[in-house]
């Protein structure tokens, strides 16, 4: 016999989740980041050695998690950014108030991270954050550690950017 059972889903959830738009409180940003440093030793990064782990809050106040997964066939790596996203997506989660992104050359270990610069997301990560965010207000923030860290809206890392309201006709 089998047992076979739901476990706590083991998320980080924010009451009241915090509006978009709005600064993201200290504490929660220090959480998310401390959420990706925390997986940042399952990303699989045995080709590039290049480690990222990212936490995205959701508009529930959830917090998801994911790292880089890399494969022998390289194309078919994704990236700690979209992960996390997916991952949200997966539990009908569509809006993002923020993502804390940490990584780095040979990081697994968040000690590392200090070493490097930033690790920010790349050009696709950006355009798939464009499908679940208002640009002028999601945080995207890169860190160091949970005091070291830069941040930014993602109108200014993807200006003038293609999204879904411009595949509707006039
Ligand atoms: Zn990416």
Redesign the pocket.
Known sequence: MYSIELTDEKLLRVTPPPAEGAEVPEEVKAAMIRQAMDILKNSYAPYSHYNVAAAVLMSSGRIYTGV?VESALLTNT?????NAIFHAAAQGERRIIAIAIVGGPNSADPDDLAKHDYCT??????Q?MRDFARPDRMTVICAKSETDYREWTLEQLLPESFGPEDLEED
């Not at 994704?78 to 979209?82: D, L, P, S, T």
């Open positions: 880089n994704i990236c700690a950014e979209r997301p790349c050009g696709v990560c950006r798939v």
